[in-house]
């Protein structure tokens, strides 16, 4: 068991979305929390997902490597998540933020 721990870490960040209106205004957010949005993390073959919170908060444990990162449902427009790929470190809890592009212009 002691041998497995080892080999995990976890990732927690906020992911945001935006923009949110055509033109960003002095005063008005540009980006907003991507509330309840499904993160996928795939390495391998295998999968492991979690759901952001209400304020776009998110946090996962998985096995050491580097991993593709997409959302669910996968954004039809836009550029999609951003970074698109994360690495997990043995034993560390590490911050990661995501962007998802809207792509309203």
């Known amino acids: ?5 080892l080999l995990i870490g976890s990732l927690h960040g906020v992911v945001m979305r935006g923009p949110i209106t055509p033109v960003c205004m002095v005063g ?42 997409m959302t669910l449902p ?7 998540v951003e970074p698109r790929t994360v690495r997990v470190v043995a034993r560390r ?6 962007h998802v592009d809207t792509g309203i212009r």
């Open 93 to 98: 809890d590490t911050r990661v933020d995501f």
């Open 74 to 80: 996968v954004p039809t427009v836009g550029r999609g």
């Open 28 to 69: 008005k957010p540009c980006d907003a929390p991507a509330a309840h949005l499904r993160l996928e993390f795939v390495r391998n073959g295998r999968s492991f997902a979690t759901t952001t919170d209400a304020n776009g908060r998110f946090r996962i444990r998985l096995p050491v490597g580097t991993y593709a990162v």
């Open 1 to 5: 068991m002691l041998a497995l721990a």
